[in-house]
């Protein structure tokens, strides 16, 4: 049998945080949250209004630090909620895969994801909703698009740090780019 972890003392004072961004990857998960059809496809995205780290506002995906001693899974299921509610109802699996590995870096030439603050290391995922979703938190706003609104220039001029190609990559993932 296995220790379980307890994480709500996991958080590191502010001090802290900022030297251990200074001289680590921070880990973290992203999440773009999906309403599907009855049969499994994609056909629309949540995005949230929110002030990103550089002090601009900007649409983006749900995204959030993983705790020392905490699952990808329950670091999922904690930021989900607290973006977009307690009954947002994600549909999240037992052993959750990410579609794809972000690194985001201070130096937005380097990968082109980009967090002023730090180097990061995220896992990305697609997850289904069922619930009602409102936007809490940090998050200013929620607005649901289609695949084909989320891919205009327009609204892809809307999210900054990589997240308009993280959103791209999402739906190629899901077979959704034209």
Do not use: N
């Given at each position: 049998?296995?220790?379980?972890?307890?994480?709500?003392?996991?958080?590191?004072?502010?001090?802290?945080?900022?030297?251990?961004?200074?001289?680590?990857?921070?880990?973290?998960?992203?999440?773009?949250?999906?309403?599907?059809?009855?049969?499994?496809?994609?056909?629309?995205?949540?995005?949230?209004?929110?002030a990103?780290?550089?002090?601009?506002?900007?649409?983006?995906?749900?995204?959030?630090?993983?705790?020392?001693?905490?699952?990808?899974?329950?670091?999922?299921?904690?930021?989900?909620?607290?973006?977009?509610?307690?009954?947002?109802?994600?549909?999240?699996?037992?052993?959750?895969?990410?579609?794809t590995?972000?690194?985001?870096?201070?130096?937005?030439?380097?990968t082109?994801?980009?967090?002023?603050?730090?180097?990061?290391?995220?896992?990305?995922?697609?997850?289904?909703?069922?619930?009602?979703?409102?936007?809490?938190?940090?998050?200013?706003?929620?607005?649901?698009?289609?695949?084909?609104?989320?891919l205009?220039?327009?609204?892809?001029?809307?999210?900054?740090?990589?997240?308009?190609?993280?959103?791209?990559?999402?739906?190629?993932?899901?077979?959704?780019?034209?």
């Amino acid at each position: 049998m296995t220790d379980i972890v307890d994480i709500r003392g996991a958080w590191l004072a502010e001090d802290d945080l900022a030297s251990a961004r200074e001289r680590l990857p921070i880990v973290y998960v992203d999440a773009v949250p999906v309403r599907t059809d009855e049969r499994g496809q994609v056909i629309e995205i949540g995005l949230l209004l929110r002030a990103m780290p550089d002090g601009s506002i900007s649409r983006a995906v749900v995204s959030g630090r993983v705790l020392y001693g905490e699952r990808v899974r329950d670091a999922l299921m904690r930021h989900l909620e607290k973006d977009l509610g307690s009954v947002a109802l994600p549909r999240v699996a037992p052993s959750p895969q990410p579609f794809t590995v972000v690194e985001y870096f201070p130096d937005a030439s380097v990968t082109g994801f980009h967090d002023p603050r730090q180097h990061a290391v995220s896992l990305a995922f697609v997850v289904p909703l069922d619930g009602d979703c409102s936007p809490s938190q940090d998050a200013l706003d929620l607005v649901w698009v289609t695949p084909v609104e989320a891919l205009r220039p327009e609204f892809q001029a809307e999210m900054s740090g990589g997240q308009g190609r993280l959103v791209r990559m999402a739906l190629a993932h899901c077979g959704l780019l034209p």
